[in-house]
């Protein structure tokens, strides 16, 4: 154990970067404080449902009991003579803060993913297990909360292999459970290790006893064949009878992790200091350092894709070609931001995850995306929301920099000599809206820029002003995405605001091919206007947003005009025809068209492209769609009638049913606009025992009988 001596390990193939992911509720942060207490990093547990956890520093996550934001950390530990650095980033396990994961994820080598013994796999479970498969980051399973009353392994690891993938396969196996659950038998070393107190820091590791044997041999059977189903080597051992050593096992489940072609399950009870130690040395055992990862990438030229080993990848910013770089301190400098966030004592924070080269504070690097020069002021490790001040980082660090103005999240930082441009993160669009005022109109410069702070941090927040009624709009993942924001303009900027009801995110596209020609004409006298423009508009497929054709030969329309009719058009796309709602998904092309010598100007085209963008649609058949939500409900057994009968009066379509235990999970899809007030509808119906969640799914057209009201209600705002 150790403490915060960054300088200690400086091999980075004792590097672990580590995002601790979950469903809410299943212990994830719990199990980061404990890694804290074991490295030494906290002297003392912090418990979440004290308000006291380190992790959780928010005061929304002390009251809520959840984690809203992603906090980073770094902790030491040995293991067999090597000191390892654990770079960890804990994530929050509600849907409405999934971004938070997703770009945890972007930057991290590989994941530990927290399970409720009891619950196995939940929906969020899901979620985040799918969202590290994106990004091909190895895993590690942790069953937690093996002490609670109804809580079971071999259940709970079922649930994985059926819901999740069939290469998660036991390591370990708990001696025990519920109350009785006081140690875990190790199926590499075949050995029993048994906790005798509180602090889970005196374990006695022994032979494994006899009531016991057979069981972990028949485990460890089905640990080696999964293994030897991607190693050569043991399987050629395993199939010949031969023996197979520690050593030999462990660096088969190591190459079989580092292909994603196992996860390893391991048992454990966060709370109960058992099993954290254990996981500890797994983590360092078998997840990859920086070295170890393949970065997967699309060649933009050819769209083939690239897999570079323990490369770091990327595009020139100029000629956008695949370039890639050794993840070392001596190569050029690349970074990537993946998190902006405001502190009331330094100011603004850009974290970011340093591939190659170094960064020194007091120099300037190159902003690949914008093309503009920053200057890195300060630069802290963080721990929570405490730092700790750095001169330089490298390859293989996670930190945080003071003072860079024009970056964004998802931009790469590099060598302005060298640079190359990273793969960025992508994020989900808002599905819900706010209508929000200032209590006192004194405040309203001071709200615009509070909202300013908060959507540089939150790529999924939105903030604007509504043009036809003057209203400033927020826009969120759901209901309490949008209640943390309206209670951090109070807690962090003293603004108490006014909230209307909530809205739904609709979207306005078209199901027909149109022609249009728009004649702009005002020739009366003095300098008139004239701009003639003949277009077609087209429906895409749904998610590929605008699109734009010039078709003009022969000079009908002179080139210097055409950018500005892509502007007008797209500015058209802010409201479309049916409720006002921005247009997606629609190609638009010119044709044909004229200009008039005198009176033909760069915004008499832009003005006529807006208009005529307008009455194209109208003739293309336009339609309004909605976002439909995937619904998850955890409910008991008598009340299932009830709630599938509520879905269905919801426009609910219910697509599966699975049995959890003693309750049955619902899964379904409905639209957003019908789920408003579904938890207190849910608490009614079945006094309490149901659990649901929702997420953004796609988006679908609204049946006609719907189209109505919702029009009716826009326009009566």
Not at 514 to 537: F, N, P, T, W
């Amino acid at each position: 154990m150790a403490g915060t001596d960054y300088a200690a390990v400086k091999d980075t193939k004792f590097y672990r970067n580590l995002g601790i992911i979950a469903h809410v509720d299943a212990g994830k942060t719990t199990t980061t404080e404990r890694i804290l207490f074991f490295t030494g990093k906290t002297h003392k547990t912090g418990e979440v449902h004290e308000g006291a956890a380190t992790m959780d520093f928010m005061q929304q996550e002390k009251e809520r009991g959840i984690t809203i934001q992603s906090a980073a950390t770094t902790a030491f530990w040995e293991l067999d003579g090597n000191k390892y650095r654990i770079n960890i980033i804990d994530t929050p396990g509600h849907v409405d803060f999934t971004a938070e994961v997703e770009r945890s994820l972007r930057v991290l080598d590989g994941a530990v993913v927290v399970f409720d013994g009891k619950m196995g796999v939940e929906p969020q479970s899901s979620k985040v297990w799918f969202q590290a498969e994106k990004y091909k980051v190895p895993r590690l399973c942790y069953i937690n909360k093996l002490d609670n009353i109804g809580a079971d392994f071999y259940k709970s690891y079922t649930s994985i292999t059926e819901h999740l993938s069939e290469k998660a396969v036991p390591i370990a196996l708990p001696v025990g459970i519920e109350n009785e659950f006081n140690g875990i038998i190790d199926l590499v070393e075949m050995k029993m290790r048994t906790h005798h107190d509180d602090e889970g820091k005196v374990i006695d590791v022994h032979d494994i006893t006899d009531d016991y044997k057979a069981k972990a041999e028949e485990w460890r059977a089905k640990l080696i064949e999964a293994v030897a189903d991607v190693d050569d080597a043991i399987a050629e051992k395993f199939l010949g009878g031969e023996e197979i050593s520690t050593e030999e096992l462990q660096t088969g489940i190591r190459n079989a992790v580092l292909a994603n072609k196992l996860f390893p399950v391991l048992p454990g009870s966060s709370l109960k200091n058992k099993g954290v130690q254990a996981m500890l040395d797994d983590v360092c055992r078998y997840l990859p350092s920086p070295h170890d990862k393949d970065y997967v990438i699309e060649d933009e030229q050819t769209g083939e894709e690239k897999t570079f080993h323990g490369k770091v990848a990327g595009w020139d910013p100029k000629s956008g070609e695949v370039i890639s770089r050794d993840l070392h301190a001596d190569e050029p400098m690349s970074a990537l931001v993946f998190k902006l966030a405001v502190d009331p004592h330094v100011g603004n924070l850009a974290f970011f995850r340093v591939y190659s080269g170094k960064i020194q504070a007091g120099s300037f690097v190159y902003n690949s995306i914008n093309g503009k020069k920053e200057r890195i002021g300060r630069i802290v490790m963080m721990h929570a929301n405490s730092r700790e001040e750095a001169t330089e980082v490298k390859a293989g660090d996670i930190a945080a920099v003071v003072g860079l103005k024009d970056t964004k999240t998802g931009d790469t930082l590099s060598d302005e000599k060298n640079p190359i441009r990273l793969a960025s993160i992508d994020f989900p669009e808002p599905v819900v809206r706010f209508a929000i005022e200032p209590k006192t109109k004194s405040d309203q410069e001071k709200l615009g820029e509070a909202l300013g702070k908060l959507t540089s941090e939150d790529p999924t927040f939105h903030a604007q002003t509504d043009q036809e009624t003057g209203q400033v709009v927020i826009a969120g993942m759901g209901e309490l995405h949008l209640e943390v924001k309206t209670r951090l303009l109070k807690d962090d900027y003293g603004l108490d605001v006014n909230i209307g009801k909530p809205q739904v995110a609709y979207r306005e596209t078209i199901n027909a091919e149109a022609e249009h020609r728009e004649l702009l004409k005002k020739q009366s006298g003095g300098a008139g206007q004239y701009a003639d423009i003949a277009m077609i508009v087209r429906p895409r497929e749904r998610g590929e947003g605008y699109k734009f054709v010039d078709s003009i030969k022969g000079g009908s329309i002179p080139r210097e005009y055409i950018p500005s009719i892509d502007k007008g058009f797209q500015e058209s796309t802010t409201a479309g025809p049916l409720g006002g709602f921005p247009v997606v998904d629609v190609e638009v092309e010119i044709v044909d068209g004229s200009y008039h010598e005198v009176d033909s100007n760069t915004d008499t085209f832009r003005t006529a492209a807006f208009y005529g963008f307008k009455n194209a649609l109208k003739k293309a058949k336009p339609v309004l769609l909605e976002p439909i939500m995937k619904v998850n409900i955890n409910v008991p057994e008598e009340h299932v009638g009830s709630v599938t009968g509520y879905l269905s009066s919801r426009r609910g379509i219910i697509k599966n049913m699975m049995p959890r235990g003693k309750t049955n999970e619902l899964n379904a899809e409905a639209p957003l606009g019908e789920l408003f007030g579904m938890t207190s509808d849910l608490r009614n119906l079945t006094s309490g025992t149901a659990a649901a969640t929702m997420e953004p799914s796609h988006y679908a057209e609204v049946p006609g009988g719907v189209v109505a009201s919702i029009v009716g209600e826009k326009s009566g705002e």
